[in-house]
């Protein structure tokens, strides 16, 4: 008697789960269905609506030659700025700069930009000028805050020679 009741039990929970499991994908189903049909009659354009006309094409070339200028000129700026000796120059491993992986680190130091205390001292015009340099790289020098990453760093370079 005891057997019958526990499997008894044991079924009428696996129909429990089976009717709950079959009634989510049908409900799932629906919901999915009536989605795709919305977006149909939600797209009607309006009635006084002109058709658009294609783009026109755009030659890459120009645009990456005007860019490769921008960021040449940008870059011959920079480099004459570390000869005048505006900023002071010492090998430094700038990886460790937050947000200055080993790509930008190689394009600073072409641009003869190789030590934290350089990155510290960065003013507004110096900011523009690498941040044109390196083009689609430029605005992570605000965003990851690499002066501030510098100091820290130049800081403590300093403390232990101390």
Do not use: C
Request: proline fraction near 6%.
């Amino acid at each position: 008697m005891f057997y019958t009741a526990t499997e008894i039990t044991l079924f009428m929970a696996l129909a429990a789960g089976f009717g709950f499991l079959a009634g989510w994908f049908l409900q799932r189903a629906r919901r999915v269905g009536s989605a795709a049909r919305e977006p149909l009659h939600r797209l009607s354009a309006p009635p006084d609506a002109r058709p658009m006309s294609p783009p026109e094409p755009v030659d890459l070339r120009v645009i990456e030659a005007e860019d490769g200028a921008r960021m040449e000129a940008a870059r011959a700026a920079v480099m004459q700025r570390m000869q005048q000796g505006a900023l002071p120059r010492s090998n430094d491993d700038l990886t460790k700069v937050r947000g200055i992986g080993p790509v930008i680190s190689n394009r600073l130091y072409e641009m003869g930009i190789a030590s934290f205390e350089q990155i510290a001292r960065f003013t507004e015009e110096d900011i523009e000028l690498v941040g044109a340099a390196l083009g689609s790289f430029g605005g992570r020098i605000r965003r990851d805050d690499w002066i501030e990453s510098a100091r820290r760093l130049q800081q403590t370079k300093q403390a232990s020679k101390a």
